[in-house]
């Protein structure tokens, strides 16, 4: 543009005088800083000054001017340009093509020798409707920059692929690496995919590099951690249950088939997902409870330990030996089949009721094999029947009411009994009193069955119901030897 303009003046100041009518313009100083327009005229003045001939008149300046404005016209800077100099005054009219068209032949007049004022009173032409040159320009200049990305989408192209691929290569390295040293699936899974986010991540870094989006790649690397924190406030709930299903398949406090007490629910362990644990309760409804409520809460695994203690109590008359009681109910314990001897049963006095001392009885017996519950109502069932054939006395403190020291009578006795007709007071030496016989009661009951665990049957109740979770199962399979799971243990 420079240059253009520098031509323009040169080439107007040859066609409208002779050399020695206006003076030779001088060429600017070169300096360091100056640049060559890419394309297009040079819009900027070059800021020397255009000088006349010496005598300098009016005439003179609107001749020069008018000779200028003719070529800008030519060029479609102006139309229907006009010129008047009165005492170096001058004022120009016309329509200009744009603002900074207009003011540039302002400057342009303002560097006339002789020239005083200028009194620029162009007009700017309005936009076209219909012009079209804008989007033009636009859409080529976003052509221009398509045609020169190509060589750079062909290459992200061709490194994406060798990424993907290499993402796959890695992943499957890292699971014959892993799959060995690691058991729990979900944990394989996490480090598997932890090794291929990793390729990809390089890939996308050395692509955003080469295409000279450097700062978008760190950007990118440095707002992945900003983007975690924020996935995590959005889905807290969701992303502390995944960690706690990772945390758990790493500590295993239980397995499937293990009975549970998790948060005030009991039940028989189906399966973790990565949401929550399901379990089965003892009455036979799907129960899930999400994992971050798991790993924080008190888990009581009631099937770890196969041995289980069972307790109740037994009412003595004050009148009976407690020593005596203890030993008959320690002999039943001791004989029934379910009852472990070591740990040993325990027949303790726990305290001294109303009307009855209160034993407590402590037993233990298998969990696995057999029912705690039925186990109890069985031993329970034994000690009754052991304590009534040994003549002790259960009595109830409800209907049965005993006077160690008699009740004193007033009033007219005559038509009682006389004192040669009472009985007797009883002893704490005198014989048991006669029993009827009854027949004897078996060991188990039918109402209890065979004494065996109840988890087998919950077990397959699961499997027999609807998966209310279709999520795959986080738990290992149990090992092939494993005992069955225990029932309830309540």
Known sequence: MLLWSVACLSGITDLTAPAAAFAQTQPPPATGDAEEPEEG???????????????????????????????????????????????????????AESPDRRKLIGDLARNVEGVAIVINAMEVAPPDPLDLTRITATLRAWLTDAIAAIPYLLFAVVVLGLTFLAARLARRLARAFFGPRIENALLETVAVRAVAIAVGVVGVYLVLSVCGLTGLAAGVLGGAGLGGLVVGFAFRNIAENFLASVLLSMSQPFQAGDVVEIADELGVVQKVTTRGTWLMSLDGNHIQI??????????????????????????????????????????????????LTEPEPMVLLDELGASTVNLKVYFWCDGVANSGLKVRSSVIRRVKRAVEDAGLTMPDEAREVIFPKGVPLRGDLSGLQSDDDAAPPRRSDDPPAVRIETPAEPMVSAGEGDLASDTDELNDQAR?????????????????????AATDRT
């Open 290 to 339: 999400p994992n971050g409520t798991v790993y924080t809460s008190v888990i009581r695994n009631l099937t770890a330990n196969p041995n289980v203690r069972q307790t109740f109590i037994v009412g003595m008359d004050y009148a009976d030996g407690v020593a005596v009681a203890q030993q008959v109910i320690d002999d039943a314990l001791r004989s029934h089949p379910a009852v």
């Open 464 to 484: 027999r119901s609807r998966d209310p979770d279709a999520a795959p199962d986080l738990l290992p399979d149990p090992p092939p030897n494993a005992p069955p």
């Open 41 to 95: 005229p040079d819009e900027s003045l070059s800021g020397q000054a255009i000088e006349v001939a010496p005598a300098t008149e009016d005439p003179a300046i609107a001749g020069r001017l008018e000779d200028i404005l003719r070529r800008l016209e030519d060029v479609g800077w102006v139309a229907d340009p006009g010129v008047r100099v009165e005492e170096g005054i001058v004022t120009l009219r016309g329509v």
